[in-house]
């Protein structure tokens, strides 16, 4: 075939991030070539997110103006792909008549096959959806869009928690988890090609393993990672406190491999929020996890996020809330308003919450955090870490400096570490600092 080129917009989550990689992978085997400007990409596909209504939106609109590039550009396919196509399927081409192609969360292996039907069948729409998962994903090609240095790998697949507020579920299905030596291999393969950083996915990470054949779990899984040559950090997202057990949180701590640093998506502490949600956790079991990590050694950095808003908050609820972030001081915390989505449990309920009531909610909680994340990085000054050099920044007045992350800074969600005077140091270095200032999210360290 004719090479041709592609262009790339990636919404949403890390995990949706992992399927656009695959996507591209599957199409740069298949001879497309991808470029960076999108009036250069004959096909352009956009990886959509749905979680909630701002993501919509801005799938909405990444879309349409997606879809300009057909009159200014030399786009000839728009293909859209990821959680917004699976929730509306069919249905959306009636709203969006610029798309060529639409691909389901399940069905993304499929593009090139989608591709060549739209080109064969000009005029028509293509449809991929409700295919049976990939299972040798760690086969199969893929185009790492992160630094050469750092990549993320998704565990497993779907949920199957059931929270009333969120939609994952019914677009992305129940949790189905990839066997121990798919990952392994995948993990192998990564890191052969100079990855040093892998950041381990899922919708409940913690929750890995309990549904294979031969049942797994996560702590199993990262015996076999931290023995693979070349494997320098390994960070763990998205561990709901359920499964958060003991054999874990020692892994965490003896293998140095392992960041001492865990993300864990609360959503809420008050009892009446929790149950409403359908968590199967209690403001006295999330308590009890949160005391046994911090009384831990070393110390653990605690990452979490938090729901303001649910159907039912009543003023109590939030300000025991509040008074918890207050006593836990979370190292890092993001928050976000609880938005209804269409055909969940929570969209139905009584006692909906006012938006003014949300949005005066949300920015109580982030200012109260502010203050939190400013102690807890003052506290650092003084102390000693290994960055991992991301970025080299010219300030404007003849000087560059570093930019980077420690081992408790996530990618993209994190603060970030500066060094002055970084001499020759590149993208991709480790080096030690020590820290000499902190503010609200960043630090500044000196080179040892």
């Known amino acids: 075939m004719t090479v041709k080129t592609l262009g790339v917009v990636s919404l949403g989550c890390s995990k949706n991030l992992v399927d656009t990689e695959m996507m591209v992978g599957i199409l740069e085997k298949d001879g497309y070539k991808m470029v960076d400007d999108l009036d250069d990409a004959q096909v352009i596909f956009v990886n959509t997110c749905t979680f909630i209504d701002a993501a919509k939106e801005e799938s909405i609109q990444t879309i349409l103006q997606a879809a300009e590039y057909k ?28 798309v060529d192609i639409f691909i389901g969360t399940e069905s993304w292996q499929l593009i090139s096959e989608a591709l060549k039907e739209s080109y064969a069948e000009q ?52 949790m ?32 890995y393993g309990r549904d294979l054949s031969e049942p797994a779990s996560l702590a199993k899984l990262l015996k076999e990672l931290v023995r693979i040559e070349g494997v320098k950090r390994i960070r763990l997202f998205y561990l709901y406190p359920t499964y958060f057990d003991d054999e874990l949180l020692q892994i965490i701590l003896t293998e140095p491999k392992i960041c001492k640093y865990v993300d864990i998506p609360l959503q809420h502490i008050s009892n009446n929020v929790l149950k409403r949600m359908n968590r199967k956790d209690s403001t006295e ?39 918890f972030i207050k006593e836990v001081k979370f190292d890092d915390m993001g928050a976000f308003m609880f938005s209804p989505q269409e ?38 000054i003084g102390t000693e870490t290994e960055v991992l050099v991301e970025e080299l920044i010219d300030t404007g007045d003849g000087n560059i400096q570093a930019k980077g992350r420690a081992s408790f800074q996530a990618p993209e969600v994190d603060g970030n570490v500066y ?11 480790f080096v030690n ?10 630090l500044i360290g000196e080179k040892i």
Do not use: W
Not at 419 to 429: E, F, S, V
Not at 433 to 442: E, H, S
């Open 71 to 98: 009159k200014s550009g030399i786009c000839e396919k728009l293909v859209v792909a990821g959680c917004l196509a699976q929730q509306y399927k069919k249905s959306l081409s009636a709203e969006l008549p610029e």
């Open 123 to 174: 005029g028509e729409n293509v449809f991929k959806f409700n295919m049976k998962p990939c299972n040798n994903e760690e086969s199969m090609p893929r185009e790492i869009l992160t630094p050469k240095y750092s990549a993320y790998v998704k565990i497993a697949e779907g949920c199957s928690n059931g929270c009333t507020f969120c939609y994952i579920p019914y677009v992305r299905g129940p």
């Open 176 to 207: 189905r988890s990839r066997p121990v030596a798919s990952i392994v291999h995948e993990v192998r393969r990564l890191a052969a090609d100079g990855v040093r950083e892998f950041n381990l996915i899922a919708q409940d990470l913690s929750c």
């Open 285 to 323: 079991s999330i308590r009890e996890l949160l005391s046994k990590i911090r009384s831990s050694s070393p110390r653990m950095t605690v990452r979490t996020t938090l729901m303001v808003g649910f159907p039912g908050e009543t003023d109590q609820d939030f300000q025991e809330l509040c008074d």
């Open 343 to 380: 055909g969940t449990p929570a969209a139905g309920m009584a006692d909906q919450i006012p938006e003014e009531v949300k949005e005066s909610r949300y920015h109580e909680l982030m200012s109260i955090q502010a203050g939190i994340s400013e102690e807890n990085n003052e506290n650092l």
């Open 419 to 429: 060094i002055d005077q970084p001499d020759d140091l590149q993208p991709g270095d």
């Open 433 to 442: 600092v020590k820290i000499v200032d902190g503010y609200a999210y960043d």
